[in-house]
């Protein structure tokens, strides 16, 4: 499984955006890119994915980058139920669809 | 729907028993997992199962077991308890050929202490 390489800690403030950098230089072709995020004592839940073009969905946007190495993932006004650990996952078509997770970003949102 | 629930919630074991822990899903998924997330780290995969009826090692399958005799139940069991195994432990599934889309859906876990 390609990995990916994410800070490990990220702080902004209440109500303005939060860019969540994640890079994945040896990713595939096929690879789809999934963001998770785990809020405390909680299981992790799925935020989204995307495989070339940017994407937007209720939670939050993810911006790929033209070669693909590269991502963000964008909450757009960061509330304090944000604060959270966020996982940048790459899957594959093919196989039993593990995730492999890594340390992720812990996100921190002052008031 | 439920989605993916867990049982127990909470368990404290001595070294050397044996505990099953259930995972349950009801949204007809036929891909189940098992996780462990120790302090301060990302999840790891137990083993795995892409069917009843059949399971598969993951990452850190030394001392677990699994079974996956019906589709919506995956079990997890550990035949003799150590300290090591103190963890929280979680069940995800998904559906059928996802592909590498769709998206897993985890459980609430389950704390696990081993004295």
């Known amino acids: 499984d390609a990995k990916t390489t994410q800070p490990n800690s990220m702080e902004s403030n209440e109500e303005e955006p939060v860019h969540l950098p994640c890079n994945h230089s040896?990713?595939?072709?096929?690879?789809?890119i999934h963001w998770y995020r785990q809020l405390p004592s909680q299981g992790p839940e799925y935020v989204i994915h995307?495989?070339?073009s940017n994407v937007n969905n209720r939670m939050a946007s993810l911006a790929i980058a033209e070669d693909r190495k590269s991502s963000t993932l964008i909450l757009h006004r960061a509330t304090l139920r944000d604060a959270a650990v966020y996982y940048c996952?790459?899957?594959?078509?093919?196989?039993?669809?593990?995730?492999?997770f890594g340390q992720g970003t812990r996100l921190t949102i002052n008031p | 729907n439920a989605g993916v629930t867990q049982t127990p919630k909470f368990r404290v074991l001595k070294t050397g028993q044996s505990m099953t822990l259930l995972c349950a899903q009801d949204m007809n998924h036929e891909y189940m997992y098992w996780y462990r997330q120790d302090p301060g780290m990302g999840l790891r995969l137990i083993h795995y199962?892409?069917?009843?009826?059949?399971?598969a090692k993951g990452e850190v399958p030394d001392g677990y077991n699994v079974s996956r005799l019906k589709k919506q139940n995956f079990l997890l069991g550990l035949e003799s308890a150590a300290p090591s195994q103190t963890s929280v432990y979680f069940c995800a599934s998904i559906p059928y050929g996802s592909g590498g889309y769709n998206e897993q859906f985890f459980g609430p876990g389950t704390r696990l202490t081993v004295l």
């Open positions: 996952i790459l899957r594959g078509i093919q196989g039993a669809q593990k995730l492999v």
């Open positions: 199962s892409v069917g009843e009826g059949t399971t």
């Open positions: 995307g495989l070339t």
């Open positions: 040896t990713i595939s072709g096929t690879d789809y």
